[in-house]
């Protein structure tokens, strides 16, 4: 389980490590980390680090100072090293003064935009082959100043874009929640210092691969966490010796209708292949999930089915009367209930029916659907705002998106992102919906049923762009359909489980 640690905590582990360590200590073990990791990056990228190019951007706090000491270490290492002083009057002074006696050389920012640097220090600070940001770390609002802002852009532009390494975030983007508000810098590897925090999950797409680099910390809980391939292969429902088609946990799926049976065959079929235990269908579309799952056990009526041990509710049922009153007559039941898609719509009706149940409840929103729910967008704080409504309704929310968010009251919550945007496609939550139900079956905790399952639907639909036999999810890929990545949820829960 990969966990991140809010800036407080990080700062709360820090100060008896201060106290008691020599001064600059901390410092040093993150400059070195850092150097270590952008002369591995020049090696990768550049063929070698004698000779490379690097520039460091120095804010004027400790962020620079750990860009400063390790552009020192890059100088040692045999690379030319030119510092950016965003305040030359307020730089790190021992990291300046490190840089300096290495054979480095620092320039103002000032002199840098105004064209007053000239001849090689010219060259190496407009096309570096790699470049450290140190503007701000956990202490940096969103955003750019109009100077670095000016500056990251002319080497964003650059004939040939130099790699990007970020002291412990990238600059711009804020530390908690990963949102932006204006340019910020887009690394191709940060260095964690000490602990990940929030922003390496929820603003990944700044963050490049994140590098942890241990400092020494003794941290407490997270704030949030991430379920690894590990945690949700170790997890996974598979069937035991003593194991029969009941006892692994029977999930009844009320999805689709006449008019939409695409929801319920994509619903159903992705419990199918996401458990060996049995699922039921209840709906107006029993003759198409039968037609594509014949292991399926259908009937016409909610009444007719038979005993579930979860019901997984809403993916194109429709919003009249009748689906509000199936809806509610789940929601009345004592198991653990997911509700989706047009489910979700009723439920922006009815938050009652959420608050008074005793068994779990999991609602799985998108971004539309939330608003629908809440009555007002996702706003940049997308962690908090899905806290507030699992908070409100007494559910495990999981808000869809880029990076996936779940919580639930009380709990630490999740977050999955899976460097990739191919779930992105139309069905792709009726699949996700059919995966969750079937661990809600089979007795997982609700939250981490979520995790796992997000975390095996974002790896199905890698597989999936990559082609029939992919082993991997890495490589350029090809747009999927939901048909697709419900092709390879078993090879996404083979995946984790090896
Ligand atoms: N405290 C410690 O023990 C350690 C801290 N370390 C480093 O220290 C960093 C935190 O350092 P600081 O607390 O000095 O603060 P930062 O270096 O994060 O920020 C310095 C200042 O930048 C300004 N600033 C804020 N937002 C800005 C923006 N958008 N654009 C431009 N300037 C902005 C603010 O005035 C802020 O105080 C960590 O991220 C890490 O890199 C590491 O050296 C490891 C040890």
New binding site residues.
């Given amino acids: 389980m990969r966990e991140f640690h809010g800036v407080d905590a990080v ?1 709360a582990a ?1 100060a008896p ?2 106290a008691s360590l020599p001064e600059g200590t ?2 040093r ?3 070195y980390g850092l150097a270590r990791i952008a002369a591995a990056e020049l090696a990768r990228c550049r063929g070698g680090v004698v000779g490379r190019s690097v520039l460091v951007l120095a ?8 860009a400063l000491f390790a552009g020192a270490d890059l100088r040692r290492r045999g690379a030319a090293v030119t510092a950016v002083l ?1 305040k030359p009057e307020r730089a790190h002074t021992a990291g300046l003064a490190d840089l300096r006696a290495a054979g480095g050389v620092a320039v103002a920012a000032e002199d840098v935009l105004a064209g007053r640097v000239r001849g090689f220090t010219a060259a190496y600070v407009a096309v570096p082959d790699l470049v450290i940001d ?12 109009p100077d ?1 802002a000016e500056l990251v852009a002319r080497l964003e532009a650059a004939a040939r874009r130099p790699v990007f390494v970020a ?3 990238p ?2 983007v804020d ?1 908690e929640t990963g949102a932006t508000d204006g340019p910020a810098v887009r690394a191709d590897v940060t260095a964690a ?2 602990a990940c925090k929030p922003v390496h999950v929820l603003g990944a797409r700044w963050c490049g691969r994140v590098e942890p680099v241990p ?1 020494g910390l003794t941290l407490g809980a997270p704030e949030l966490r991430q379920c690894e391939d590990v945690d949700a292969g170790r997890h996974w429902p598979v069937p035991g010796a003593d194991d029969d088609k009941y006892s692994g946990g029977v999930l009844g799926v009320v999805a689709g209708s006449q008019k939409y049976p695409g929801a319920a065959v994509l619903c159903a079929g992705s419990a199918v292949a996401a458990t060996s235990a049995m699922v039921r269908y209840a709906g107006g579309a029993a003759d198409r999930v039968l037609a594509a799952w014949p292991e399926v056990v259908a009937t016409a009526t909610i009444g007719e089915a038979g005993r579930v041990q979860a019901w997984a509710a809403g993916p194109g049922g429709g919003v009249d009367d009748a689906a509000e009153r199936r809806l509610q007559g789940i929601l009345a039941t004592d198991v653990p209930v997911i509700v989706d898609a047009d489910g979700l719509t009723i439920l922006a009706r009815h938050h009652e029916w959420v608050r008074e149940r005793s068994a779990p409840t999991v609602l799985t929103p998108h971004a539309g659907e939330f608003a629908r729910l809440t009555g007002s967008p996702v706003p940049a704080d997308r962690l908090a705002a899905v806290r507030t409504l699992a908070a409100d309704l007494g559910a495990t929310v999981l808000l869809k998106g880029n990076v996936t968010l779940i919580s639930e009251p009380g709990r630490v919550a999740y977050a999955e992102h899976s460097g990739h945007a191919w779930a992105a496609t139309a069905g792709s939550g009726d699949v996700l919906t059919g995966i969750v139900g079937a661990l809600l079956a089979a007795g997982l905790d609700p939250a981490f049923a979520c995790a796992a399952a997000a975390r095996v639907h974002s790896t199905a639909a890698g597989l999936a762009a990559q082609g029939a036999g992919a082993v991997s999810k890495e490589g350029p890929g090809a747009p999927v359909s939901a048909s697709a990545v419900l092709g390879q949820v078993r090879a996404a829960v083979r995946a984790v489980r090896s």
Avoid: Q, T
Wanted: hydrophobic share 40%; charged share 20%.
């Fill in positions: 700062r820090e490590l201060l901390l410092m073990r993150a400059a804010g004027s706090g400790d962020n620079g100072g750990d965003m140190g503007i701000v770390g956990i202490s940096g609002r969103p955003g750019l100043r670095a002291a412990d975030l600059s711009g530390p210092f000490g400092i």
